[in-house]
């Protein structure tokens, strides 16, 4: 059985235009205009115990506001959501007794403490006994290579080491359920890889399911088999991450490398023209056309180097996201 079930759940905020000055202030006393915006439009999917799911999608697309759902901190407008046989948004002790969302862009840390302050509160709130919580965090905070920050004031850590103690924070009671919300935003190249390789140890020891948003593909790319696309609120991708390419596999990506420099008239007629520079070209050749094309350019071309790949994945998501 799923652990998150999610049926035509969708979200519309409704607010008011606000102009500038006081003399506009005094008139939308009176009329203001009234606008809604369509967050999230109707999104089904599930996902099963142990999986890590990706959340990707353009900025404002409804990521946020559907893991907000689905940890109950938002009502829904309509469609409904169960994660572990809970409403998320009827907020019971069960639920949230076996749940965790962390956002890297917002703090549950308090500021002006030392970690380990708002870790034992945690402790209390969670109602986890002694030798269990000492456990875990020492396991937690060994894995994360934090044990020495745990005393420091939350202020005085970097960007990296702080996300690391949001996560002890959000796993010390041991969630069957975790949603990350850019989680590796804004940190440098080997902060992001040793909090990729904690989720990637920490699901398969715990079978913890996850949803991970990120802009970052790398991070959805080495956790995520599975991979949800949101655009405008709607689901437009629901597989793995590599299948994005087969949506665009009309074409396929010929790069060249040539002997001398040729003109860039030569080149017409086998494809689109991607990049020149007179000793090398990439032109997307349409599937059907590879075989006589890539012939042609062959016995034509002075080429010295010849490589077919497919479409890059980037530019898959990208015209993903233009849909
Ligand atoms: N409280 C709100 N009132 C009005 N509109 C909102 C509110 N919260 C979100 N929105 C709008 O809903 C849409 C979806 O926002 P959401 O934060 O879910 O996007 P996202 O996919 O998480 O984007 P990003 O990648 O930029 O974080 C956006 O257009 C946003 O402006």
Known sequence: MPVIEVDRLAKHFTYYEKELGLKNSLKNLFRRRKLVKEAVAGISFAIEEGEIVGFL???GAGKTTTLKMLSGILFPSSGRAT????VPWERKKGFKMQFSIVMGQKNQ????????ESLYLNKCIYEIP??????ILDELSEL???RQLLK???RRLSLGERMKLELIAALLHRPKVILLDEPTIGLDLVSQQKIRNFLKYYNQQMKTTIILTSHYLVDIEELCKRTIVINQGQIVYDGELTGINGLFSEQKIVRLQFGEEIGRERLAGFGALKAFDGVSATLAVERGQLKKNSALMLEHLPVIDFNIEDVPLEE????LYQR
């Open 57 to 59: 999608g353009p900025n």
């Open 83 to 86: 994660v572990l046989g809970y």
């Open 109 to 116: 840390l308090w500021w002006d403490l030392p970690a380990n």
């Open 130 to 135: 002694d030798r269990e919580y000492f456990s």
């Open 144 to 146: 994360l290579e934090v």
């Open 152 to 154: 420091v004031q939350v």
């Open 316 to 319: 898959g998501i990208a015209a």
